[in-house]
């Protein structure tokens, strides 16, 4: 997503370019139908089977090794069942004129081995390459398995009670408006609020937390939660595809698109790996050969170089990784729009956070009412006709404490929402002021300072002041460990941005550890601040923002990672997010850290794993310490490592 406030630090997310090179005048027009390179794997039991009898073929060969050509032969008949995928391969390149990639490069080594004698290294290399892409197949299937196990938690049918009747249908023909019956035991397919029964939900699907949620009447509910409780009647509010489950859904399956600086780095890399080898490869072996007369000690070298050139195990162990880790995220509640949030999430060092509805729960009660001469119902109600457009938590508060009734807004008139200081409004030929002390002093109204500490807000009248109601909020259970936490994972400072006053920031900033905090805050002045932290981190750091993602968008698009908390209650508002915290649980943004970090080790042991030891059996190769078989061993072995790696990321619980 653009983010338009730090254009320095974020830049807008472009799907990169994977055209592999063409030959410039060779194909003539065919050049501009270039097309990305598959690594897909997809193998039968066929396949299996034709690994199987190759092995056999080549271990008969080595057996009656006294007959060379029968030996030959059956090496041959090896080489050619275990590299049948890629020769198919192969064919349809030519046919199609597409530049030669790692399929035709291997197969033309181990023709290359038979040609100079090596019929036993041929075979060797060709088995043991069909073995990997085996291997992969594996690795691939294994990740969209794990994906086929979060979608199918959601059910294909819904029970849409007519009448006095209930009928089996499809979710995606239910209509907001109607009405779905949820039997104990199954899963709810489409968001809605329920109109008759009570009961408890299961939303670990979408949270991660298996903690019931008690529901009744009026409650909103979520598709992908489980029943745990009685028969419950939902009115449903979205369509299917506008569901909280399928928004999560998704998220996860495009979150492939926006790819890690490893993922990037090794297609690019893929892209000319193969004409540069066998570029590489024919120098190696033309030029020395021609010096020294030597022909089969340099085709031998150019065997090595032919047979390491597949680039396929290390791109498919980092996907694999990436898609892992996404998926261990969601079984926790926490889901990334893209790969390269988790490897910025892992890069922060100055960690952000909003007040209100992020560190505090966000559920206020007022604690003191002080009035000037008037009522003190008089000051609540006219503080919640000034507020009642706004969606503040706060202004629920009032509305709420003043039994608020929609035909009592119809007197007021020109309201203005002053961000980070409050509201003005013109009621009955009055002119109001609602808010913080900042909007006090702006319109130069004397006011009480509050006795006892929380948040006030004031109440003035034609520039009278009527008096101040104080509100609290409670600490987010959980929220001074979830800091240490952070801090454990790597964080160096904590920042708090609030619109609140200082004397109601400061003891809660203390208690949990802040190492800085700024008060009274517009939205614009935390953007500002957040590009000021920005502007001071070092290379490979990065600055997130942790909001409640309501009136938090200017500062989740200005952060380098902006992350949301509650997203399951507000994930329409969170949009602007990179990562969205689906619970209330704050220990939930360490734990996101937490993956990030393990999935960034992960990608990198990969990558070095795999680009070093190819690097070095190349240069072995090169001077010729190195055979064959054992280059050809090798390099498996490592490949198998790296993608063996790479299903840890599917572990991290």
């Avoid at 066929?46 to 009898?53: A, K």
Wanted: aromatic share 6%.
């Amino acid at each position: 997503m653009a983010r338009h406030f730090a254009p320095s630090k974020k830049k807008k997310r472009k799907l990169p370019s994977l055209r592999a090179p063409a030959l410039p005048k060779l194909f003539g027009p065919e050049k501009k139908k270039r097309r990305a390179r598959s690594f897909d794997r997809e193998f039968s039991v066929r396949d299996m089977l034709f690994v199987i009898l190759a092995t056999i073929l080549f271990m008969v060969g080595l057996l009656l090794q006294r007959s060379p050509a029968i030996a030959t032969l059956l090496f041959a008949l090896a080489a050619g069942l275990a590299l049948t995928n890629p020769l198919l391969h192969v064919l349809q390149s030519l046919f199609s004129k597409k530049v030669p990639d790692e399929d035709m490069l291997v197969c033309l080594g181990v023709v290359l081995a038979f040609c100079i004698g090596e019929g036993a290294a041929g075979a060797i290399a060709a088995i043991l390459y069909h073995l990997m892409q085996i291997l992969e197949a594996y690795t691939q299937t294994r990740g969209r398995a794990a994906m086929d196990l979060v979608r199918d938690r959601l059910p294909d049918k819904a029970m849409l009670v007519i009448g006095e009747q209930t009928h089996e249908v499809m979710p995606e023909t239910v209509d907001p408006g109607q009405i779905i019956r949820v039997q104990p035991g199954e899963t709810l397919a489409l968001d809605g609020k329920i109109v008759s029964g009570v009961t408890e939900l299961d939303q670990s699907a979408l949270t991660g937390n298996s903690n019931g949620r008690r529901c009744g009447v009026g409650d909103e509910v979520f598709s992908g939660s489980v029943n745990r409780g009685d028969v419950i009647d939902v009115e449903v509010t979205r369509p299917f595809s506008e569901g909280a489950f399928a928004y999560l859904l998704r998220n996860v399956e495009d979150s492939s698109r926006y790819e890690t600086t490893p993922e990037r780095l090794t297609k690019k890399i893929s892209v000319w790996l193969a004409p540069c080898i066998a570029l590489l490869t024919l120098l190696i072996v033309l030029i020395p050969s021609l010096l020294t007369g030597e022909w089969t000690r340099f085709l031998r070298i150019g065997v090595i170089f032919l047979l390491l050139s597949s680039p396929s195990s290390l791109i498919i162990s980092i996907a694999t990784s990436c898609n892992g880790a996404e998926l261990s995220a969601v079984l926790h509640g926490i889901v990334s729009k893209g790969h390269d949030c988790f490897e910025v999430l892992s890069q922060v060092k100055t960690m952000v956070f909003g007040k209100t509805g992020t560190i505090t729960e966000g559920y206020f009660e007022i604690t003191e009412v002080y009035s000037n001469g008037i009522s003190k119902e008089d000051l609540v109600e006219v503080a919640a006709a000034a507020e009642s457009f706004s969606n503040h938590p706060i202004a629920h508060l009032l509305k709420a404490a003043a039994n608020w009734r929609p035909e009592i807004g119809e007197s007021v008139m020109k309201v203005e929402e002053v961000p980070g200081r409050g509201v003005s409004a013109f009621i009955e030929g009055r002119n109001v002021y609602v808010g913080n002390a900042s909007l006090m002093q702006d319109h130069d109204i004397r006011y009480k300072v509050p006795s006892h500490s929380g948040a006030a807000v004031h109440v003035a009248v034609d520039n009278r002041y009527w008096g101040h109601i104080l509100v609290s909020d409670k600490t987010r259970e959980g929220a001074f460990d979830a800091l240490e936490a952070l801090r454990s994972e790597g964080v160096k400072q904590l920042v708090m941005l609030t619109g609140d006053v200082m004397s109601a920031s400061r003891p809660l900033a203390s208690s949990l550890g802040f190492d800085l905090m700024r008060t009274e805050l517009g939205p614009k002045e935390k953007v500002s601040a957040i590009q000021y932290l920005i502007s001071g981190q070092g290379r490979g750091c990065s600055v997130g923002f942790v909001g409640d993602g309501i009136n938090d968008g200017p500062m989740l698009r200005a952060a380098d990672v902006g992350i949301t908390i509650n997203a399951l209650q507000a994930w329409r508002e969170a949009e602007d997010a990179d990562i969205l915290l689906m619970d209330s649980r704050i220990e939930l943004l360490p734990e996101a850290m937490r993956i990030s970090r393990i999935l960034r080790r992960i990608l990198w042991e990969n990558f070095v794993l795999l680009a070093g030891s190819k690097t070095v059996l190349l240069l072995l190769g090169l001077f010729g310490a190195v055979s064959i078989p054992l280059a050809a061993t090798l390099s498996t072995f490592f490949s198998a490592l790296a993608l063996l790696n790479s299903f840890r990321a599917f572990g991290l619980e």
